[in-house]
T-cell receptor, first 114, second 114 residues
């Protein structure tokens, strides 16, 4: 069964550094998403991406964050000047599109900011 | 501000019994509703989706939707110890863009007692 793959599984970074989290969505999916989950808290939507541009973003997704689809398969989340509070699980998801299509999640990247 | 509310639990159910999980949502414009299962330290895994009022059955799982009451539920029949997990209710609005992020509840921690 096709799946969303994320790399790395765990990223440890010094505060103030930049990190790039990578995702390969399911191949025939058109919509891509990033979510985060701080330890013990709920899953929070960050951004959605369609047709090479941001479709929707939450108030969490400020100028510190950016997304990119650098080629036909990868989808990346860049976090600039990381802060301690950026420590969380970051999940990539993809869907075929439309509000009735379910979103399928990758295994996540655990980001630890020191 | 869209809100999705769930009882955090833990909900303890004997093996073989029916587990009943509930969720309410605030946005009347919400169009689609999803139940995800999340094991500790893992990513959300899609269990069920429902879009119309009434019941939808898939194996041991039944999702129920009542849009008038803004209420979604998940029934798990013949509960197994492997069903022990946190169950996340997620709601998708429709802003017209087709790429809306999901709003998640905090999840209900379900424990199936052998």
């Amino acid at each position: 069964e096709p799946e969303v793959t994320q790399t790395p599984s765990h990223q440890v970074t010094q505060m103030g550094q930049e990190v790039i989290l990578r995702c390969v969505p399911i191949s025939n999916h058109l919509y891509f998403y990033w979510y985060r989950q701080i330890l013990g808290q709920k899953v929070e939507f960050l951004v959605s991406f369609y047709n090479n541009e941001i479709s929707e973003k939450s108030e969490i997704f400020d100028d510190q964050f950016s997304v990119e689809r650098p080629d036909g398969s990868n989808f990346t989340l860049k976090i600039r000047s990381t802060k301690l509070e950026d420590s969380a699980m970051y999940f990539c998801a993809s869907s075929e599109g439309g509000e009735y299509q379910p979103q399928h999640f990758g295994d996540g990247t655990r980001l630890s900011i020191l | 501000q869209k809100e999705v509310e769930q009882n955090s639990g833990p909900l303890s159910v004997p093996e073989g019994a029916i587990a009943s999980l509930n969720c309410t949502y605030s946005d009347r414009g919400s169009q689609s509703f999803f139940w995800y299962r999340q094991y500790s330290g893992k990513s959300p895994e899609l269990i069920m989706s429902i879009y119309s009022n009434g019941d939808k059955e898939d194996g041991r799982f039944t999702a129920q939707l009542n849009k008038a009451s803004q209420y979604v539920s998940l029934l798990i029949r013949d509960s197994q110890p492997s069903d022990s997990a946190t169950y996340l209710c997620a709601v998708n609005g429709y802003s017209g863009g087709g790429a809306d992020g999901l709003t998640f509840g905090k999840g209900t921690h379900l424990i199936i007692q052998p």
